[in-house]
Every structure is written in C-alpha cells, then in structure tokens.
C-alpha cells in the first residue's frame, strides 16, 4: 500500500517501519508489534501545522480523508475511565451521549490537555489510535473503520500517519461504533 496513497497530496509517504523516528515512543513500540504495520506510511510535516485544518490546506491532503483522535474521560463518583475516540475530521464525536453511555459515566469530557499527554505518552495535537494503552476502549465510528486511507496523527506534531480504516478496527480495544460521528 505504500506508495499508493491518493490522499497524500504533497506529502512524501514512506513505510512506518522504516522511519519510527518519525512517531512518537508507544507508537512506535506499537507498530513493532502490529501484523499490519507494513500497511502503515509515514510522512514528515511541519510541526507548527499539524492542526487538521492546517495540515489539509497547506499539504493538499483532503479533509474528508483525515481523521482525529481525542481522549475522552467518563466518570461516575470517582471512578474515571479513558476512551480514544477516532472520528472524520469533517465530524465530532458524541461525547455526552454515545460515549458517555459506552464508559457507563455519568459525566464525560474531553481529557484535560495534560492528562491526555501524560497518560498517551503522545504530544497533544498528535495523539493517534496506535499505541494507546491497551486496557482502553479505541472506539472507531463506522466511516473511519471502512476507509480505505486516512491521515491520523503519529504521536508527535512533525509527522503524520496514513492508514488504512480497517487496520485500525483491528487495534487493540478497536469498537466501530455507530452513531459516534455526528
């Protein structure tokens, strides 16, 4: 699949395996690991445009193939539970409603900036599906998980990963969820 990525625009995509120094640590261990990893580029970027509207218009990658990760965090009492939520850049993800009921929380929220890097060992702006921890749920609206390519994030602000959609159904903890892009 490398090599063949329609959605690249001006990017210079290259194997994932072949350039961990452009992801972040856990995803890098994460990819060692991955069957799939060869199914996987990688494309150096400028840091300061990693933001999804940024990144499409500078590198001519269309927004309709990006996808972004947020960490959500549900509580009910003190209990505080952690989802990754991959939905397409042109969506939100239903935080109070599908989520929340998915992290049986009474309450749910985007993680606080510092908590989602700390616990990712990812950079904010950055944060992808891959190699987040394992006892989390990666939950995937059903758009993401049958595309056939994406852009997410790599970990860190100065690359960007492409992806097939049904990769990242296999991660572990992947749910498609419907409902979860609105």
Excluded: Q
Excluded at 45 to 57: G, N, Q
Excluded at 71 to 85: F, H, L, P, Q
Excluded at 164 to 175: M, Q, S, T, Y
């Amino acid at each position: 699949m490398v090599g063949v990525w329609t959605i690249a625009g001006t990017l210079t995509p290259v194997p994932a395996l072949d350039r961990l120094d452009l992801v972040a640590d856990p995803v890098a261990a994460a990819l060692r690991s991955m069957a799939d990893a060869g199914r996987l580029a990688v494309s150096g970027i400028d840091p300061t445009l990693a933001d999804t509207a940024e990144f499409c218009a500078h590198y001519g990658s269309p927004l309709e193939a990006s996808a972004n990760c947020v960490i959500v965090a549900g509580k009910r009492g003190e209990s505080v539970r952690y989802a990754a939520c991959v939905v397409p850049a042109t969506t939100r993800a239903d935080v109070n409603g599908v989520v929340r009921r998915r992290l049986d929380a009474r309450r749910a929220s985007f993680a606080p900036m510092d908590d989602a890097v700390a616990l990712t060992g990812m950079e904010y702006g950055g944060i992808t599906p891959v190699g987040l921890p394992a006892d989390w749920p990666v939950l995937l609206s059903p758009e993401v998980a049958a595309a056939p390519e994406l852009v997410i994030g790599s970990g860190i602000r100065g690359s960007k990963l492409l992806v097939p959609g049904d990769v990242l159904a296999k991660l572990p903890g992947a749910e498609v969820v419907e409902g979860l892009a609105r």
